[in-house]
Nanobody, 118 residues
Framework: QVQLVESGGGLVQAGGSLRLSCAAS????????MAWYRQAPEKQREFVAG???????NYAESVKGRFTISRDDAKNTVYLQMNSLKPEDTAVYYC??????????????WGQGTQVSG
């Protein structure tokens, strides 16, 4: 069984920074794709940033140049560094990882969400 635990959210002033973490645990063989999404009140969940284990990275236009997605495979952890935060970045942020388990089955997992308020 695989679980994701997010951390790092909080209240931050405009222009400030936060780093979100998404730690995966369980019978993990490999993290394949990684992504962060966010959902603001009364809005649909939207893509923020994502990447493959081949090094291809994509960002939403609204966060390009301000947010950076990264991973530490040794720790099975994915990060989202958020700089120059704006009030419109306020949302619940969710990580989404496609993980291959030690059984070699592959599935998509979601974190529990962490609130970012600016």
């Amino acid at each position: 069984q695989v679980q994701l635990v997010e951390s790092g959210g909080g209240l931050v002033q405009a222009g400030g920074s936060l780093r979100l973490s998404c730690a995966a645990s369980g019978s993990i063989f490999r993290i394949n794709t990684m992504a962060w999404y966010r959902q603001a009140p009364e809005k649909q969940r939207e893509f923020v940033a994502g990447g493959t284990n081949g090094g291809v990275i994509n960002y939403a236009e609204s966060v390009k140049g301000r947010f950076t997605i990264s991973r530490d495979d040794a720790k099975n952890t994915v990060y989202l560094q958020m700089n120059s935060l704006k009030p419109e970045d306020t949302a619940v942020y969710y990580c989404n990882l496609q993980i291959t388990a030690t059984s070699r089955s592959t599935a998509s997992y979601w974190g529990q969400g962490t609130q970012v308020s600016g």
